[in-house]
Nanobody, 124 residues
C-alpha cells in the first residue's frame, strides 16, 4: 500500500515536499514514480526513482525544480518541489512497481501499486 501526503495551497515560487509512505513488500527493490493529473487532463509522468539501478528520471517540465528521493529504511519516497508554478496545480500520485524496465518508467499503466493522491494548488 502507498499513502501520499504533503500537498497544499501555496503561492507561485513556493516549495512543497510530498511524501509517499509504503507498507508491505521490499521497498528498496521497487521503482517509485510520481505522476500528476490536472482537471480535464490525462495523468502525466513527473519523476521516478528506480529501485534497482538507483537512478532518477524527470519530466522536462519539472527538471531542475523537482527532486525525487527515497529513504529505504523508512520505506518512504519524497518529491521536493521548488519554484512552484500555477501549471503545477494537480493531484499528485505516487506509484510503485518492481518489474519496470527503463522504457516503462513514464507510463502510468505500467505501475501496479498506487497511492490515493494529494492535491497541490499553486496560486499566481
Amino acid at each position: 500500500q502507498l499513502q501520499a501526503s504533503g500537498g497544499g495551497l501555496v503561492q507561485a515560487g513556493a516549495s512543497l515536499r510530498l511524501s509517499c509512505a509504503a507498507s508491505g513488500g521490499t521497498f528498496r527493490t521497487y521503482t517509485i514514480g510520481w505522476f500528476r493529473q490536472a482537471p480535464g487532463k490525462e495523468r502525466e509522468f513527473v519523476a521516478a526513482f528506480r529501485g534497482s539501478a538507483q537512478t532518477t528520471h524527470y519530466a522536462d517540465s519539472v527538471k531542475g525544480r523537482f527532486t525525487i528521493s527515497r529513504d529505504n529504511a523508512k520505506s518512504t519516497a519524497y518529491l521536493r518541489m521548488n519554484n512552484l508554478k500555477p501549471e503545477d496545480t494537480a493531484v499528485y500520485y505516487c506509484a510503485a512497481d518492481n518489474r519496470l524496465i527503463l522504457s516503462s518508467l513514464r507510463i502510468p499503466d505500467q505501475y501496479y501499486y498506487w497511492g490515493q493522491g494529494t492535491q497541490v494548488t499553486v496560486s499566481s
